[in-house]
């Protein structure tokens, strides 16, 4: 009969032997002993102690298989999405060129030049990207937690505690400074926490549920007509509001459409070896519904053209997103997914791996990045032309290097309360 301690031990080495050849990772010697049938002999104490503290070998080991368990090309493609977005703020803060923002209810913004023209179309995919990856990404962790054995209630939880996490840093941590200029902004961060809290009751519904709800929110938003509400309704759930006490860019609708829709994909992919086909096949679609759309001004065009080589047809309205640029957006980000998940199959090459470590940490990115333009522009008190605007965002990708790489690293090996939801 086995000894409780040594027990425990021998209990502990079989699931953490089949942790290691299941992902392909060398065990420890003590493990390799116990894989190959061999008897662990040694005091209740000594048994006792490795079980609550594995070799140093086998930490390493298990950190690594959390680590290789990760999709490479998903933390790139965030990073991607997270430096240009920095770019644009560098740009909304400095750039004295800058072009009006793109407003449904307003005029079209008239570019200066090409230069300027293209540093904002560029980033046309940005804000769609993050609401998309956001449900992409629940739809991977809460299967990577389920197969660790979490209960479908622990998985929820946590979901809604996420999504309460990002509308309560929106308020109090982003909104700090809104506050002391005397209004409050329902932004990005408080609309995607809106979003995972309604994927935390929806997300046991199959896709073809799911799907076509999500496609009919971002098809038929244009119908909506909340101007009967109160602003404070009327900001948070769909019309854009930029003056008074209570504003916001980012409302619910139609953007949690565009999270439900990363949701269902993210969990498609669970279920396909390669979804590079559907990818671009759907990035086919996507053009094509552009092209339909764009070039039959009618039906969710904010703005009108007049010619197709013009600034204007390729000008789209952003608040709310009319649909020519959630069709555009997502032929971008369907295209970025595809290709990225070619170039990055197992590992990062390393002219990649600074886009990796922004992508792994995007929360905490998204937050200090805006302190330290705004501790910037109050001490430069002016702003620049492109050139200095893209001189910024350089140094700024690389002040912000050092701390994403320690945050990361404290996530990964001492993690807590606060790195597990910022």
């Known amino acids: 009969m086995v000894r409780g301690s040594e027990g425990r031990i021998i209990a502990y080495s079989a699931r953490q032997w089949l942790t290691f050849v299941s992902r392909g990772i060398p ?8 894989g190959a049938g061999q008897n662990l002999h040694g005091t209740p104490s000594e048994a006792a102690q490795l079980t609550a503290n594995p070799p140093a070998q086998t930490r390493q080991s298990l950190a690594t298989s959390r680590t290789t368990s990760r999709r490479p090309y998903v933390d790139v493609f965030r990073g991607l999405l997270i430096a240009h977005m920095a770019l644009d703020h560098a740009s909304l803060m400095f750039n004295s060129g800058r072009a009006p923002e793109e407003l449904a209810s307003g005029a079209a913004p008239v570019f200066g030049d090409l230069f300027q023209f293209l540093t904002r179309f560029l980033g046309v995919p940005v804000a769609p990207g993050f609401f998309f ?3 992409f990404m629940v739809a991977l962790t809460s299967d990577a937690r389920q197969q660790r054995g979490r209960a479908p209630a622990d998985i929820t939880r946590q979901l809604l505690i996420r999504g309460l996490v990002l509308i309560a840093v929106d308020a109090l941590i982003m909104g700090l400074p809104r506050a002391l200029m005397g209004f ?3 932004m990005t961060l408080s609309s995607i926490g809106v979003g ?42 769909y019309e854009p509001v930029r003056s008074g006490a209570f504003r916001s860019m980012y409302p619910v609708f139609p953007w949690i459409g565009i999270v439900m829709l990363g949701y269902v994909i993210g969990r498609d992919s669970l279920r396909r070896p390669d979804s590079r086909p559907q990818w671009l096949g759907l990035a086919a679609i996507s053009v094509v ?39 555009w957006s997502f032929s971008c980000i369907f295209v970025a997914l595809a290709a990225l998940a070619s170039i990055v199959r197992h590992t990062t090459p390393a002219r990649l791996r600074p886009l990796e470590i922004f992508g792994r940490v995007p929360f905490f990115f998204f937050v200090v990045h805006f302190y330290v333009l705004g501790i910037v522009q109050a001490l430069l008190r002016t702003k620049t032309g492109l050139p200095g605007v893209y001189l910024i965002w350089m140094l700024l990708l690389a002040a912000m290097m050092g701390p994403c790489i320690w945050y990361d690293r404290k996530k990964r090996e001492r993690g807590n309360l606060i790195t597990r939801y910022f």
């Open 289 to 327: 519904i552009f092209l339909a759309v764009r070039l039959f001004v009618g039906y969710g065009n904010a703005y009108p053209y007049t010619a197709v080589a013009s600034f204007a047809f390729w000008t789209f309205a952003k608040y709310p997103p009319d649909l020519p640029f959630l069709a």
């Open 184 to 186: 409050y902004s329902f």
């Open 27 to 34: 065990p420890s010697p003590v493990f390799q002993r116990l």
């Open 133 to 135: 990856m956001a449900g």
């Open 196 to 237: 995972i809290i309604v994927l935390a009751g929806v997300r046991h519904l199959p896709n073809r549920i799911l799907a076509p709800v999500a496609i009919g929110l971002l098809v038929l938003h244009p119908l909506l007509d909340v101007s009967a509400l109160p602003v404070p309704l009327q900001a948070i759930l």
